[in-house]
């Protein structure tokens, strides 16, 4: 995988460099947050017949485990939504914020709205076999142990997003700034506290985040950035 991926390039491959903000219109900021797993990684491949009957999502071409761009729309989304408490689809509607990030369904609004965030894949350079034996209740003892393939615990990869406030709904200067503290709250949840992956009420796809390895352009937007991610005791969001 190192070889396939050219891994003495690190920062090309598992860290590549941010787009250039000021070619988007006014107002785009990127980040890119490197995290180590603190728990192994679990997701589902495509792929009808393998080893195992859990195998980890790969990269069609040269099959090495990666995280999609809608894996991570879908993962952030979630985040969001459970610090904000929304049970239902109609309370995220009805948030103006939410539906400026994510988008909205398409067909509910007569103005179809993508959302402002846009995610890059994340590629991962190890695998690993993770076993879960499911106990007998009664007896306490171990049942069939399943084996599902993973991303081992201490794996490092990169999370990278992009904010372009470009569609149907115009986005002004206080709200841009709402927006890159409440992505970075959601972020931070996300990576740390909630898990990413498959199977995370068991505790998998947990990160470690260290504020240096948290990198946005432009500059000037780091603070705000970092002021979000450090703001984890308010839920208001």
Request: with cysteine; proline share 7%; aromatic share 12%.
């Amino acid at each position: 995988m190192a070889h396939i991926l050219d891994f003495e390039k690190l920062q090309n491959t598992i860290s590549p460099p941010l787009p250039d903000p000021s070619i988007f219109p006014h107002g785009t900021w990127a980040a890119r947050i490197t995290f180590t797993l603190k728990k192994p990684y679990i997701s589902r491949d495509d792929k009808e017949f393998y080893i195992l009957d859990n195998p980890v999502k790969k990269e069609w071409v040269f099959k090495v485990p990666y995280i999609a761009p809608a894996q991570w729309k879908g993962a952030l989304r979630a985040a969001m939504r459970r610090l904000r408490g929304y049970t239902t689809w109609e309370e995220e509607a009805d948030d103006e914020q939410m539906v400026r990030l994510f988008g909205n369904v398409k067909g509910e609004e007569q103005d179809f709205s993508r959302g402002y965030l846009h995610f890059y894949p994340t590629f991962f350079d190890k695998i690993g076999i993770e076993v879960i034996n499911p106990h007998d209740r009664r007896t306490g003892a171990g049942r069939n142990p399943i084996y599902f393939e993973c991303v081992p615990a201490g794996t490092v990869g990169a999370f990278t997003i992009l904010y372009v406030p470009m569609g149907v709904r115009p986005v002004d200067e206080n709200d841009a700034k709402e927006d890159i503290k409440a992505v970075a709250r959601g972020i931070r949840a996300m990576l740390t506290e909630y898990g990413f992956g498959a199977k995370t009420s068991s505790g998998y796809g947990v990160a470690e985040v260290k504020e240096g390895d948290i990198v946005v352009v432009p500059e000037e937007r780091r603070d705000e950035f970092i002021g979000g991610w450090r703001d984890s005791d308010d839920e208001s969001v």
